[in-house]
């Protein structure tokens, strides 16, 4: 009885840091201080990259339909705020839902994958191989099944976020130290239990590192969709913008893409910062 109520309080003490009740630590409320300085810092980033670039095009003055500067691109966004914002709209949609969908696929192949290894034999080769083919290829089946609205271009978004959370739900349920598992077993706690309050608490900041990619794929994925058959949206600003070589606007798109990839990873990171408080993302 002993060795079991040692292995009971070895279990609970081994497990990420949470209350005793099995609630997480309470966390300051609003944004930390640290959160702040990587935005500031960001920014500070972006600053310079547009600095540099806006000094290069006055330095050598290259012609308007090979290179224009930011303060060009940044013009056109003032001249026209509504027509990007319509389209900033739909390529968001698009890219939202298709990161919802490929994240709880890919959560759920990822633990199909560790719980079951008869799946694991058949489904991980062949996820490996669909992985293979380049998104660009798929875009025009999505077309033929679901036609050439919403639906198409959130399905492109779905099928390129979808790998980084199999792969990281997969080493995430992995990487549940076999001590704890064994300490579970000792303590006939159930499947559900184990999977529960230890394997996906384990799995969660896995899980979040595979969504800081999948989510900034998800807006290429949107984009990619909107090449291929798309009527609004930022992937048609740009080809519309190309074929009559208008670069500042294309380079208005191509801010304001980056812009929504940028808030949208460090919204992801924020969250998995609170949902995982005892795990250190990104510094």
Not at 2 to 24: F, I, K, V, W, Y
Not at 258 to 283: C, H, R
Request: with cysteine; hydrophobic share 55%.
């Amino acid at each position: 009885m002993a060795t079991s109520q040692m292995s009971s309080e070895d279990l609970h003490h081994s497990l990420p840091a949470t209350e005793l009740n099995g609630r997480p630590p309470r966390q300051p409320r609003g944004l930390s201080r640290e959160s702040i300085m990587v935005a500031v810092k960001a920014i500070l980033g972006m600053i310079g990259i547009f600095a540099v670039w806006q000094l290069l095009v006055i330095a050598f003055k290259p012609p308007e339909f090979l290179l224009v500067g930011p303060l060009s691109a940044f013009a056109e966004l003032g001249e026209r705020p509504g027509y990007f914002a319509s389209n900033t709209f739909v390529t968001l949609q698009e890219a939202l839902a298709g990161f919802a969908l490929g994240t709880a696929l890919g959560i759920l192949c990822g633990a199909l994958l560790h719980y079951s290894s008869y799946m694991r034999s058949f489904l991980y080769p062949a996820l490996i191989a669909v992985d293979t083919i380049p998104k660009v290829a798929l875009a025009p089946l999505f077309i033929v099944w679901f036609g050439f609205g919403f639906e198409s271009k959130a399905f492109v978004a779905m099928a390129i976020a979808f790998f980084p959370l199999v792969i990281n739900t997969y080493d995430g349920l992995r990487s549940v130290p076999h001590e704890l598992q064994e300490l579970a077993r000792i303590n006939k706690a159930s499947r559900w239990k184990r999977m529960t309050k230890i394997e996906f608490i384990y799995a969660v900041p896995s899980i979040f590192s595979g969504a800081k990619i999948s989510i900034s794929l998800s807006v290429g994925g949107a984009v990619v969709g909107e090449f291929i058959a798309g009527s609004k949206g930022l992937g048609y600003v740009i080809l519309l913008a190309n074929s009559q070589v208008d670069l500042p606007s294309m380079f208005a798109a191509f801010i304001v893409l980056s812009a929504i990839a940028l808030v949208l990873f460090f919204f992801v990171d924020f969250a998995g910062k609170k949902l995982a408080p005892w795990k250190n993302y990104v510094k």
